[in-house]
């Protein structure tokens, strides 16, 4: 938050002599004053006009929520990957995976004591969770998967985040016992004021219409989607652009994992280095109705942790960058 120092200055008073003096009768203006006086009057204006649309104009970065998820530093424990978001200059962040007693930092078996101190861990260093992805193992049982993602939800609310985001399953049999999982689980979720969401991951929720179809098998307004461009194009082997999915999602996105992509089945990219058309891809989620929201870097290029850290700023700027250059430019 910006400092606002009250600044005052002394307004002049003329002597009391002065002010008590018969006033000056003042000199006809030249033709050529005139203009000059007029162009001055003219140009303060046209400044003043500039200074107050640029005051007044909406900061394009408001309505996000530019986040980074731990995933970028997972060779390492949670506090290092904490730490190099915070460094990189990022207000917000999404648990993903670190080095710990779990490689996913949330996981069903995840006390609320255990969830507590992560979400102190995040606030310690003045960032605000947005995300956590969640590990729901299922292999089928309805009832089984309602403890364990309700046990996810609790942990979710005990550490502070708004969203969990789930990465779904493949094999055709366990399709609709998992989405009846999810569906019995939205009202609890949206007691203890956590939104679920699932990704383009693989399996039956590869891309856009898949998860469109998930989506409306649950049929619940707490369960949407968090989009991942980067992963349409690695299930689909480079085949699927993401540009050309994103049309599929209308009305259905909460956030975004910014991640990138390479051929061949490489997402260890720093955003904006690869193949993603990020611009473009913004671009028709914000058609679709994705106007504010997260917008949370995934992945990066790998490194040692100066340079995971170094990479995961790049990303913040670029993805800062796009908000601007979008931005409506004020008129005056």
């Not at 007029?38 to 394009?60: F, I, N, Q, V, Y």
């Amino acid at each position: 938050m910006k400092d606002h120092h009250l600044v005052t200055t002394d307004r002049f008073v003329p002597a009391a002599h002065d002010r008590l003096a018969a006033p000056m009768q003042p000199r006809p203006l030249t033709r050529r004053q005139f203009i000059a006086t007029a162009g001055g009057l003219g140009l303060a204006a046209s400044t003043a006009a500039a200074a107050e649309a640029t005051a007044t104009a909406p900061d394009p970065l408001a309505p996000w929520q530019i986040g980074c998820y731990t995933r970028p530093w997972d060779a390492w424990a949670l506090e290092v990957a904490l730490d190099g978001i915070a460094e990189a200059g990022y207000r917000y962040a999404g648990l993903m995976t670190a080095k710990g007693k779990s490689w996913v930092v949330v996981t069903s078996a995840t006390t609320v004591e255990e969830a507590s101190r992560i979400g102190a861990e995040v606030r310690q260093r003045g960032l605000e969770l947005v995300s956590v992805y969640g590990d729901l193992p299922f292999q089928g049982s309805v009832p089984d998967g309602v403890v364990a993602l309700r046990r996810l939800l609790d942990a979710c609310a005990a550490c502070g985040s708004p969203g969990l985001m789930l990465g779904g399953v493949a094999e055709e049999r366990l399709g609709e016992p998992y989405w009846t999982v999810i569906r019995e689980s939205c009202g609890y979720a949206r007691e203890r004021g956590v939104g679920l969401t699932i990704k383009p991951h693989g399996g039956l929720n590869a891309t856009g219409p898949q998860c469109r179809k998930a989506i409306e098998r649950v049929g619940h307004p707490n369960f949407r989607l968090w989009y991942d461009p980067g992963n349409i194009f690695y299930y689909s082997n480079g085949q699927l652009d993401p540009v050309d999915d994103a049309g599929t999602v209308d009305g259905l996105v909460a956030g975004v994992s910014v991640k990138d992509y390479r051929h061949p089945k490489d997402v260890a990219v720093t955003p904006g280095t690869g193949q993603v058309r990020f611009a473009e891809v913004f671009a028709r989620l914000q058609r679709g109705g994705f106007t504010r929201g997260p917008l949370v870097v995934e992945c990066t290029a790998r490194g040692d942790v100066r340079q995971v850290t170094a990479a995961a700023r790049q990303a913040r700027q670029f993805v800062e960058a796009l908000l601007r250059d979008r931005a409506p430019t004020p008129t005056g």
